[in-house]
């Protein structure tokens, strides 16, 4: 496993942070829409409402954060760096954010238009991103560095998933834009999406990130090294199975039931890993991890639930708890370690030392904040509570609980807005902190000078 990781190829910082900054934004969007739609955005899974908030969720705020992530880890981890970083990021962003915010109103509006041009704009945004990762990925397959196997190979299948997903999703687009509707590919669109993409680039993600923030043992080995084929090779029997007429429907539930163990195996060796992590004191970070992991593990009574023909709450609890329990906790929690992480690390590259002068480092340790500095843990412990209650809400109002509905959208907004604030005085520290690093310089040069320079 590659616990070291090579900080000389840390892209830019307009390449990852702008996917960064959308997730609060579209978390807080989702939360409004919520709160203004009520009960009715959670009688179906397929109300329009319902809908737009799915893919404000899947798209917005996981999409940002998952594309974000892969353009920061790979090359940092692996030795993987995307061609044209910069532009190639700045391109995905932009189409990314305008096809999600053009999806999501074309279902509360139905307009068709809306549809084509989310087909459009989405499937352009994938199509560059997947090529450029696939280019990445075949150029510099000989520089991987050793250890990184684990990464990337789950990296690759969720590629071949996004891949899969968008397919389908832009299909699914496009016919409603034309006025037609393609029902059959709807559950391979969702399942692909979530335990394809999402879920084995979370694999991924955490396979690299427990270790080393949550000083952690290191995935056991059997575990990395066939979870990432067990995974998509039941998702490729389930497919299988569902487009083959005549089959009992049990054949198709047992390929459910094993990708749905596999997840659950995964969960609760992440859960015994943070555990048993060698810092005794829990961070927020932690407590996020353990709240998706927790929800990752609920999801088995809640298929059971599901296979028992219960209804429609039964699916849309379930797609929550995915969603919003497990994906969202994850990728909120590792916001908080990647973006003070990022914010310090481009600061530290600003420091310009001539000749190693002993004088001028200490000048810049006086204005360079400490790495928890960017966000106290006593701010990400308050979003966290408003966070868990949020997961709570949702997954009641899923549930059909009295007065969640109303309760669900209101603590998302808060939360996300929590999380908007955090971010916000994390990038107010790093340029002031660059402010001061500027000055330092000349205040440094003057002969007798040992006064602080201004922050």
């Given at each position: ?212 923030f949550q000083v952690t043992e290191i995935y056991p080995k059997p575990l990395t090294r066939w979870l990432p084929f067990v995974i998509p ?223």
């Open positions: 496993m590659q616990r070291a990781l090579a900080f000389d190829n840390t892209p830019a910082l307009r390449v990852p942070l702008p996917f960064f900054l959308n997730v609060p934004a579209f978390a807080l969007l989702a939360g409004l829409l919520a709160l203004w739609a009520g009960p009715q955005a959670f009688d179906s899974r397929w109300a329009p409402t319902t809908l737009a908030l799915t893919h404000l969720f899947t798209l917005g705020v996981l999409g940002s954060a998952m594309l974000g992530a892969m353009m920061q880890i790979l090359p940092v981890a692996c030795n993987v760096p995307f061609p044209r970083a910069t532009r190639v990021s700045a391109w995905v962003h932009g189409l990314l954010t305008t096809g999600t915010l053009s999806l999501a109103w074309a279902f509360l509006s139905m307009r068709a238009w809306a549809f084509q041009a989310s087909a459009g704009l989405l499937g352009t945004a994938f199509a560059v991103f997947i090529g450029g990762a696939g280019l990445a990925l075949w150029r510099h397959r000989h520089q991987v560095y050793k250890g990184a196997r684990e990464i990337l190979v789950p990296v690759r299948a969720a590629l071949a998933g996004l891949a899969l997903t968008a397919v389908l999703g832009v299909a699914l687009a496009g016919a409603l834009g034309h006025g037609r509707g393609l029902p059959g590919l709807i559950d391979w669109h969702a399942l692909w999406g979530l335990a394809g993409w999402a879920g084995l680039l979370l694999i991924s993600m955490s396979f690299q990130l427990i270790p080393i090779g039941l998702l490729l029997a389930w497919t299988a199975l569902d487009a083959t007429d005549g089959l009992p429907p049990l054949m198709r539930e047992t390929a459910e039931l094993l990708l749905l163990a596999a997840y659950v195996v995964y969960a609760l060796t992440t859960w015994h890993l943070l555990q048993h992590r060698k810092r005794p004191r829990a961070e927020p970070t932690t407590w996020f991890w353990h709240l998706a992991m927790l929800c990752l593990i609920a999801c088995a009574p809640l298929w059971i639930w599901l296979t028992g023909d219960a209804g429609a709450r039964a699916p849309l609890t379930l797609g929550i708890c995915i969603i919003v329990g497990a994906l969202w906790s994850a990728v909120n929690g590792m916001l908080y370690k990647i973006m003070p992480f990022l914010l310090w690390k481009h600061a530290q590259d600003h420091m310009v030392i001539p000749d190693h002068d002993p004088a001028q480092v200490r000048a810049y340790l006086l204005v360079m904040p400490k790495m928890t500095a960017y966000i106290p843990e006593s701010r990400a412990l308050g979003q966290f509570v408003v966070h868990t209650l949020a997961v709570a809400a949702w997954l009641g109002a899923g549930l059909g609980l009295p007065g969640c509905a109303w309760a669900a959208g209101g603590l998302l907004a808060v939360s996300a807005a929590w999380l908007a604030l955090n971010m916000g005085c994390a990038l107010w520290t790093y340029r002031r902190t660059l402010r001061a690093m500027a000055a330092l310089p000349l205040a440094a040069a003057a002969p007798g000078n040992t006064s602080r320079p201004a922050a």
